[in-house]
């Protein structure tokens, strides 16, 4: 699933293709994804122009001048693809511009969806009423999480995986930071010390940063909007690579933890 990374690098391919530019076509190819698309977004973006682009958590949004913000999530495997030669199967949403440049939503499984709703009234969008702060932003410190997660004693991976307490992080990037972190994955969130969370939180933004630059981890279905694959995948210190050598001299273990894998070393990761 695309995570933060690679919703980031996805807006950055964006921008340049529609900000500033007026849409000249709109044009939905399906009625729904995961969710119905609405039915008016044709009528309400044709004619508009971008004025920004932006990514709440593991959201895109592009906003208009006329004060609505279309808000993309890309699923198991959404991208958009710039400048097409010509629509495939799994293209539900082909957008145009003044400027003769092209985009198309592409999702073979069909797990995202597409939103339209009033910039003014984004701070209320539902999926956006609980979640923490942005792990790149200033709020994301070592002394939010001391507090946010005084006396919890969940699994800190289960507690960075929660939007509640972070937006936007995912299993990749919380098992590559935890391990530059040097903590467990299963250690209980309210024991760590305020001096490890200082070192969690710079670790967290380290990865992501990274990754926006190596244009994100593709796995699978994901790639950049100009086509080109993301390549933080090369530098993975422990995600998928179960049984192979730590710099640490360990050996990276993989555990199942609610569904999803845990790749930590049991050596450099203690507590």
């Given at each position: 699933m695309p995570e933060l990374p690679e919703v980031e690098t996805t807006v950055r391919g964006l921008t340049p293709v529609l900000s500033g530019q007026r849409l000249t076509l709109v044009e939905p190819r399906r009625a729904d994804l995961r969710k119905a698309i609405p039915p008016d977004l044709r009528q309400r973006l044709t004619g508009a122009t971008v004025t920004?682009?932006?990514?709440?958590?593991?959201?895109?949004?592009?906003?208009?001048?006329?004060?609505?913000?279309?808000?993309?999530?890309?699923?198991?495997?959404?991208?958009?693809?710039?400048?097409?030669?010509?629509?495939?199967?799994?293209?539900?949403?082909?957008?145009?511009?003044?400027?003769?440049r092209s985009?198309?939503?592409?999702?073979p499984r069909r797990f995202g969806f597409l939103d339209l709703l009033e910039t003014s009234a984004l701070a209320f969008y539902p999926p956006f009423l609980a979640m923490g702060p942005e792990p790149l932003g200033e709020d994301f410190t070592g002394a939010y999480l001391d507090a946010a997660l005084a006396g919890r004693a969940a699994p800190i991976k289960a507690m960075l995986l929660d939007q509640r307490i972070v937006?936007?992080?995912?299993?990749?990037?919380?098992?590559?930071?935890?391990?530059?972190?040097?903590?467990?994955?299963?250690?209980?969130a309210g024991q760590i010390t305020r001096p490890r969370l200082d070192q969690l939180a710079v670790a967290v933004r380290d990865v992501l940063l990274a990754a926006i630059e190596a244009g994100g981890s593709t796995l699978r279905d994901y790639a950049r909007p100009d086509g080109e694959l993301g390549y933080f995948s090369k530098q993975f210190l422990v995600y998928g690579?179960?049984?192979?050598?730590?710099?640490?001299?360990?050996?990276?273990?993989?555990?199942?933890?609610?569904?999803r894998s845990t790749f930590y070393c049991p050596k450099c990761q203690r507590n």
């Open positions: 920004a682009l932006g990514r709440r958590a593991k959201y895109g949004l592009i906003d208009t001048d006329r004060g609505d913000t279309l808000v993309f999530h890309l699923g198991m495997s959404g991208r958009w693809r710039v400048d097409p030669a010509e629509p495939l199967a799994h293209d539900h949403l082909l957008i145009e511009t003044a400027e003769g985009l198309a939503l592409n999702d937006a936007g992080l995912g299993n990749i990037y919380v098992c590559e930071a935890l391990h530059v972190a040097r903590i467990a994955p299963t250690r209980a690579r179960e049984g192979e050598p730590c710099h640490c001299g360990g050996t990276v273990r993989r555990r199942v933890d609610s569904g």
